[in-house]
């Protein structure tokens, strides 16, 4: 017996029917004897259409009234699912996000969560009723409904198991677990049981779209257990058939490497002939920076003769266009002489809290990438992650090479 | 300049592009120096999706949560039509029901509203804010969102008018007024300028679906000015070119008759050889009551000898068959001889307040019809409508010749 949370992300609430096979996966729990609090997600696809009819009423729109409109699809839903869990005979009702409330700051659009006030939930879940949250979703100093931004909800199912202490925050969503690797390319890719939330920040933010960066801060800072499971399948949280994301001294046989990521939203810049004097990186960065420029790996040659080497540096594909023009605006200043760009570059990493212990782990990477005649552009490197950038066409024959290299091959 | 609410219905409403014709209309108010508060419906079709979700999820609902599921139709339309305002450079924010709050009853779905603070919404339109109110909805004394019943938006604008002592409530709708008949049948009705509230309840309530009869009783009860016109031609509310609903003093030139109306939903029932003793209606009555069927009109015919009549009356035809059921079950009890129904009727009104004080009405009505060889089967009158059933054949032919014998017709 215990206290858990249980999110449903928007796929696995997409119409009716599935909504029913939610309330069946929190009945399963409730027959089992745990107090189970769900938030839930927008119905799949009504986030976007009411983000459309937002910008279509106006394109720089109020963010407190984009905020009143876009939260009504967890609204919608929570209701919904509180039905469905009724008409199964189980005593559950709705919560927005006012009503219980989940306070939040007032950056209406992106809000972060203050403070959860868990004294009428907790007192319904004792009460052995199930608690239906509105996800994404909280109520800002000004009295309105804010919104976290998306993959919120995620956020909000983290913040409410750690206000209630709960025992476990299970993410359904509609994969099965964090893989070693992408499963579509990787074919011998394994579900990891059990991943560190370290781990599992890396991945997230280096493309593997399972969980959101914020919730797993959230999560670790609070030492939220978490759990990634699907929907679709008909498991229950409780037989442990996703992967956890716990702390790392949880995890007893840690490999040195768990896995093997990807992320093609990357473009690079090389900036030639940029004068080699102090300062100059500051004058590079803080324009792109001034102009939300996200400036993710940087290599700067060694200049040859002391006065003008050659800048390399990526941002995300999104933001080619924005940095190139910065830089041209700036072009005289700098006194570069050109800058080139490349969007056809792809970023692989490997991630794994086992380097911190163990050697040769990039030599391992480089190695790999070498026998395949895969070139390196750019390298950059954290505690427990190495990075590589290489030309978009290897991708997949990359990511199947690490995946060998570091051992991770289902047998 | 004064202090109007003024509410757009779901057709007003159905699309941004729509949403944004209402938007020019209250910014024409506000450049008129006029203080706006607005009242929105849901999108036209977004109340009765969600409602076919909510039967869908669980066909004996929590009227709680489907009041939770249901409210986010206005929610939307209010943050999408002050979005559409702000672009159009007017100070506008949204209102949902719980923010005001429009306090109401515990009787979620079909809640009555108990108080309006006006406090924070009458300092925003000081401040020539326009206050975008979401209808349909209040907050219970359960802290939950309830909503007010279908037409409930018309409910809270007039009460809205009413707490902010309004100068006046524009209800924008599909039709530019009201029409002394269905124009769709006689060509040659007109739009009335001004119509009394009563003569306007009579004429809702007998099929006229301009306006809910409850909103057109709490603008009686509240004395609120009320204008009904059409948000499809550009019409601003100030320049009156509605139809206005107001007291009947202040109608100066009263016609004796101000419209003739029919209503297709009914159903006639004749019961044959009722013994004919006291308690029988009572008797017959009391079932059919038990059961919801309400009963219209009644007439029971004079006994030859004294031990049996027929007595006729009239349901709605949604509920005829239940009707003859209750009968049957009690038809033993009861002891007439046989129940006879017929549903191809129709029930024709000539509404007007001139009534009271004007002799010669009913029979200019009677001699209309003679004269068509219509033949009545069942007459009620009020102190202001007289109705009369007929065949339902004859409903067209019957509206024009009413309309052209109270000197109706358009010249």
């Not at 001294?249 to 004068?275: C, F, H």
């Not at 050659?310 to 266009?321: I, P, Q």
Request: charged share 20%; aromatic share 4%; net charge negative.
């Amino acid at each position: 017996m215990g206290q858990i949370v249980v999110k449903f992300g928007g796929t696995s609430v997409a119409d009716i029917d599935r909504i029913r096979a939610a309330a069946a996966t929190v009945k399963a729990e409730v027959e089992r004897g745990h107090q189970v609090a769900v938030v839930v997600s927008a119905m799949a696809g009504v986030t976007n259409d009411l983000v459309a009819l937002t910008r279509d009423a106006n394109p720089l729109h109020d963010a407190r009234e984009y905020d009143a409109v876009v939260a009504t699809g967890e609204q919608a839903t929570s209701g919904l699912l509180a039905l469905c869990l009724q008409q199964m005979g189980v005593s559950a009702r709705s919560w927005q996000g006012w009503q219980i409330p989940i306070r939040t700051d007032d950056v209406h659009g992106k809000a972060r969560i203050l403070g959860v006030e868990t004294e009428d939930l907790a007192s319904r879940l004792a009460d052995n009723q199930v608690c239906v949250v509105a996800g994404f979703q909280g109520l800002g100093p000004d009295n309105r409904i804010t919104t976290l931004g998306r993959g919120g909800s995620d956020t909000t199912a983290v913040a409410l198991s750690a206000a209630l202490s709960a025992d476990r925050c299970d993410i359904y969503t509609d994969v099965d677990g964090v893989y070693t690797s992408d499963p579509r390319i990787v074919t011998r890719a394994r579900k990891l049981d059990k991943i560190t939330y370290e781990e599992m920040l890396e991945m997230a933010s280096l493309g593997a779209k399972v969980l959101q960066t914020r919730s797993v801060q959230l999560a670790m800072g609070h030492s939220v257990p978490l759990q990634v499971l699907s929907s679709f399948d008909g498991a229950v949280g409780s037989d442990l058939p996703g992967t956890l994301v716990v702390a790392e001294e949880e995890i007893v046989e840690q490999e040195i490497v768990s896995g093997v990521t990807y992320s093609r939203d990357e473009a690079k810049i090389t900036l030639l002939q940029v004068p080699d004097r102090p300062g100059v990186a500051a004058a590079i960065f803080g324009p792109l920076s001034d102009a939300n420029v996200n400036v993710d790996m940087i290599v700067q040659n060694v200049s040859e003769d002391g006065s003008a080497t050659d800048l390399t540096f990526t941002v995300s594909r999104g933001e080619l266009d924005r940095a190139l023009e910065v830089l041209e605006a700036c072009k005289g200043e700098l006194g570069f002489a050109a800058s080139v760009p490349d969007a056809n570059v792809v970023k692989l990493s490997v991630v794994g809290v086992g380097m911190r212990t163990h050697a040769g782990v990039a030599k391992r990477m480089f190695s790999a990438l070498a026998e395949h005649n895969i070139n390196i552009l750019v390298i950059s490197t954290s505690e427990i992650k190495i990075s590589v950038l290489i030309a978009e066409e290897f991708t997949e024959l990359a990511l199947r090479a690490l995946h060998t290299a570091y051992g991770l091959d289902a047998a």
